[in-house]
């Protein structure tokens, strides 16, 4: 049975730093990706950021250069490293995961493609 379990939110001033985490189990696909999604009150789901088990990542333009996505595969760990924090990045975080690689695409692939997702985390940003 495949889990996903994410931690680290939490309320923060803007300017900020948090870095999210998510502890994946059950999972057997040696070609994956994994993602980060977010959804604020009253708004689609977006995609924030992904990185496939090749290391490719993809980011949303509006997090390129203030977060950063990796995984440590010794502790199936995924990470989301948030810096300089906006008010508009509040929403309750996802992560997810799919057996695929993003090689493809351009931009962070759509939340349809994933097929397992945690429970949420979420992040509060204050100005």
């Known amino acids: 049975q495949v889990q996903l379990v994410e931690s680290g939110g939490g309320s923060v001033q803007a300017g900020g730093s948090l870095r999210l985490s998510c502890v994946t189990s059950?999972?057997?696909?040696?070609?994956?990706?994994m993602g980060w999604f977010r959804q604020a009150p009253g708004k689609e789901r977006e995609g924030v950021a992904a990185?496939?088990?090749?290391?490719?990542?993809r980011y949303a333009e509006s997090v390129k250069g203030r977060f950063t996505i990796s995984k440590d595969n010794a502790k199936n760990i995924l990470y989301l490293q948030m810096s300089s924090l906006k008010p508009e990045d509040t929403a309750m975080y996802y992560c997810?995961?799919?057996?695929?690689?993003?090689?493809?695409?351009?931009?962070?692939?759509?939340?349809?493609?994933?097929?397992?997702w945690g429970q949420g985390t979420q992040v509060t940003v204050s100005s």
């Open positions: 059950g999972y057997v696909y040696s070609r994956y990706c």
């Open positions: 997810a995961a799919g057996p695929f690689q993003i090689r493809d695409r351009e931009d962070v692939p759509e939340a349809t493609a994933f097929g397992y």
């Open positions: 990185i496939d088990s090749d290391g490719a990542t």
